[in-house]
């Protein structure tokens, strides 16, 4: 009797003991679950405010390509556009993609910028014909204007309401030389175009 008692009783030790590990491992595993939980929250909270800032963004881009000229627009940025969706609140791309594509489109219009561009564009004369015209811009600042016969010339400047296109065919000539020396069609000298400082 006194040896199935002892028995028992060391039985009973090792239940107590594996029910003791048990119970540790369970509150250790709560407090692992609790603590991704915490972490969970943490990144749904980060993934919520990069949502707005990444809305945010895309907002104020589409309003600033609305200032950018026809080139950089439709030689360069045409394919990146397409691919902003429409509606930034309801969108199924995700936010690391819609962050590249705006970053994409800041480092293109910085290149374009930072250089300077000759394309060959339709401009509407002062009696409203199309006129085929050569236009010099630098960069997003300021650009200029000439037709063939360099009689219909004038410069532009980005506003609030896009480009603003004034026409001053005295600078018809002075403008022509410059595209030729862009062009190396004659030699670089020194020609003087003014420049609207905003």
Do not use: C, H
Not at 12 to 41: C, F, G, H, P, Y
Not at 92 to 100: N, P, T
Not at 141 to 157: C, H, I, L
């Amino acid at each position: 009797m006194e040896q199935l008692i002892a028995r028992y009783e060391a039985e009973l030790s090792t239940v107590d003991s594996q029910i003791e590990e048990a119970t540790s491992a369970a509150e250790k595993a709560q407090e692992e679950r609790e603590a991704l939980l915490a972490e969970n929250d943490g990144l749904i909270s980060a993934a919520d405010t990069m949502k707005g800032l990444v809305v945010g963004l895309e907002k104020r881009l589409k309003a600033v390509i609305q200032l950018f000229p026809e080139p950089l627009v439709l030689d360069t940025l045409d394919r990146l556009i397409k691919q902003m969706p429409e509606d930034s609140e309801e969108t199924r791309a995700s936010l690391s993609a819609r962050l590249q594509l705006i970053v994409a489109i800041l480092q293109e219009s910085q290149k374009f910028n930072s250089g300077i561009l000759v394309a060959s564009e339709i401009r509407a004369n002062e009696v409203g014909e199309d006129v085929q015209v050569e236009t010099l811009y630098l960069g997003l600042s300021q650009a200029f204007f000439v037709d063939q016969s360099r009689e219909f010339a004038g410069y532009g400047v980005p506003t609030a309401e896009g480009w603003q296109w004034t026409v001053a065919p005295e600078m018809g000539a002075a403008i022509g030389r410059v595209i030729s020396q862009y062009n190396e069609v004659t030699p670089a000298s020194f020609t003087g175009l003014p420049v609207e400082v905003r």
